[in-house]
């Protein structure tokens, strides 16, 4: 979950990214004086409370302070990546497009070599050896960290022994949250055991719910 300090620092750093592609477009420092069009697209779209929402308000910065204009793409689950990002690059003429999201690492990758005159971005995915492309990732495994220390020194004041950790996907990047989580316990309260599962899905509230339920009747 991100905390309000950490979604201003999320769109401190898409801002920065946007200052330093446009600059890399434009050439040197010269000024912009004209708008420059990025394209988003988004996965699971806005009202997460999460990255898209940060995005969105990150790009919505962006048009007043950077003078840009966007357009964002939402995909229908299982819709074709890749069109979505070509649609920018070819019918809107993007000087910028920016992917939310690791699941668009591949699309990116195959998209940014057709356009190679087109800056690409990803948030939340690593894409090292294209020189259009800029990556944004986070260091997981700190912020849940600090997280696991809160759990840790609560459960200790509450006189448990026990906390939990709930994943969305089973998957690496996942599993530095967890890591991270666990170190955080483990660190202000080294006896104190870990329950660990994962949902399957970042979309499935109610399988989150049952898993939290069988957590506390442990």
């Keep these: 979950m ?11 750093v ?3 990214i946007f200052v330093t592609v446009f600059t890399g477009c434009i050439g040197g420092t010269t000024p912009v004086t004209t708008s420059i069009k990025v394209g988003i697209v988004f996965i699971g779209g806005l009202g997460d409370n999460s990255i898209n929402d940060l995005t969105y308000q990150g790009i919505e910065w962006a048009e007043t302070d950077l003078n840009i204009e966007h357009t964002e793409l939402e995909p ?5 990546l890749e069109v979505s990002l070509r649609n920018l690059a070819t019918m809107v003429d993007c000087d910028l497009i920016i992917g939310v999201g690791f699941s668009l690492n591949d699309a990116i990758s195959t998209v940014a070599d057709e356009f190679s005159n087109t800056k690409f971005a990803i948030v939340d995915g690593n894409i090292s050896d294209k020189s259009n492309v800029v990556s944004l990732s986070f260091k997981e495994n700190e912020g849940s960290f600090l997280v696991g220390m809160i759990a ?14 709930m994943g969305g996907m089973d998957m690496p990047l996942i599993h530095k949250f967890e890591a991270g989580y666990i170190a955080g316990v483990h660190y202000v309260y080294p006896e104190c055991g870990i329950l660990s599962t994962y949902v399957g899905s970042f979309t ?3 399988q989150g719910k049952e898993l939290r339920i069988s957590f506390i009747s442990i």
């Design 76 to 80: 229908e689950e299982g819709g074709d």
């Design 14 to 16: 898409l801002l920065l």
């Design 152 to 165: 840790g020194l609560k459960a200790k004041d509450d006189g448990k022994d026990t906390v939990g950790f």
């Design 2 to 12: 991100y905390t309000n300090k950490s979604s201003k620092l999320s769109i401190l």
């Design 204 to 206: 499935d509230p109610e």
